[in-house]
């Protein structure tokens, strides 16, 4: 069973500029949850999404961040501008049935 | 505010001996509490589960204690290998919320 896919592994850009993250969950799982990790930190829940529906995105900075998850299965993460701040890892997980959480690898984002 | 506190202390461990790793919480009553390992570089991955009505959970050479009274969770790794070294991540939950502590680094030495 393929796990959860993440792209682009790394990225880096300059400040201002806009960025997309782009996760495909394994397959089934209903579930979908972008997660923002800082360096020593845990992950922190940007936006859960069941099926194509947005249940939770009390944690998102809707002024830059904006999320999308169409036809329920894959989800783009999108910042723009994007701000020094912003650099962190961005990670994606899925689940189903059950209450535990599939993380892809991450996406680690650098911005100058 | 619902808050998670992990060791932030590295936890250093001579091979072979029991690794112990502490998890408290306050301001929450989590249905259910997760421990996840994280390598560097990489995401989260899910060991154990263990909910408010269980006292304990083991799964291999981990077990897990939970405690709703002191609102505290032990996570235990018997005979320790340099092959366990990782971050280790608390994260109880609700539904289908996890929150997540800032994890404890294990370091097993041989």
């Known amino acids: ?112 | 505010s619902q808050k998670i506190e992990q060791n932030s202390e590295a936890l250093n461990i001579q091979e072979g001996k029991t690794a112990t790793l502490t998890c408290n919480y306050t301001n929450y009553s989590p249905a259910y509490l997760q421990w996840y390992r994280q390598d560097p570089g990489r995401g989260p991955v899910f060991l154990l589960l263990i909910r408010e009505n269980e006292k304990e959970k083991r799964k291999e050479r981990l077990k897990v204690t939970f405690d709703t009274t002191l609102k505290q969770s032990l996570f235990h790794i018997t005979a320790s290998q340099p092959a366990d070294s990782a971050t280790y991540l608390c994260a109880p939950g609700d539904t289908d919320k996890l929150i997540f502590g800032t994890g404890t680094r294990l370091q097993v030495f041989p």
Not at chain 1, 22 to 35: A, F, K, Q, V
Not at chain 1, 41 to 52: A, D, F, M, S, V
């Open chain 1, 1 to 112: 069973e393929a796990g959860v896919v993440q792209s682009p592994r790394y990225k880096i850009i300059e400040k201002k500029q806009p960025v997309a993250f782009w996760c495909n969950p394994i397959s089934g799982h209903n579930t979908l949850y972008w997660y923002l990790q800082n360096l020593g930190q845990g992950p922190e829940l940007l936006i859960r999404y069941e099926n194509e529906e947005a249940v939770d995105d009390s944690q998102l900075p809707k002024d830059r961040f904006s999320a999308e998850r169409l036809k329920g299965v894959d989800s783009t993460l999108k910042i723009q501008p994007a701000e020094l701040g912003d650099s962190a890892v961005y990670l994606c997980a899925s689940s189903g049935a059950t209450d535990t959480q599939y993380f892809g690898p991450g996406t680690r984002l650098t911005v100058l």
